[in-house]
Nanobody, 114 residues
Framework: QVQTVESGGGLVQPGGSLRLSCTTS????????MGWYRQAPGKQRELVAA???????RYADFVKGRFIVSRDNGKNTVYLQMNSLAPEDTAVYFC????????WGPGTQVTVSS
């Protein structure tokens, strides 16, 4: 069973930064398109950013210019650098394939508050 483990979340003030990491056991990780998703209370899970096997990146409009997605194929890990965080970024952040078709991991909580 493929697993993903997200980490790096926490409490941060508005304008602050966090770097999330997601390590997965997916076989031949380098061949898979990966995405970061988030789910805020009472809302549906949504795509935040994605990076494909060719390192092509795409972002949701609400994070463009603030977040950077990257990956390290040697570590089976995908990262999300989040800058200029705002209260509306508060959510549980998950990684999965893009589009998502694996079991969801536990996610990592990001709370932006003063």
């Amino acid at each position: 069973q493929v697993q993903t483990v997200e980490s790096g979340g926490g409490l941060v003030q508005p304008g602050g930064s966090l770097r999330l990491s997601c390590t997965t056991s997916i076989y031949q990780f380098e061949l898979h398109d990966m995405g970061w998703y988030r789910q805020a209370p009472g809302k549906q899970r949504e795509l935040v950013a994605a990076i494909d096997s060719d390192m092509v990146k795409r972002y949701a409009d609400f994070v463009k210019g603030r977040f950077i997605v990257s990956r390290d194929n040697g570590k089976n890990t995908v990262y999300l650098q989040m800058n200029s965080l705002a209260p509306e970024d508060t959510a549980v952040y998950f990684c999965n394939r893009d589009p998502p078709d694996m079991d969801w991991g536990p996610g990592t909580q990001v709370t932006v508050s003063s």
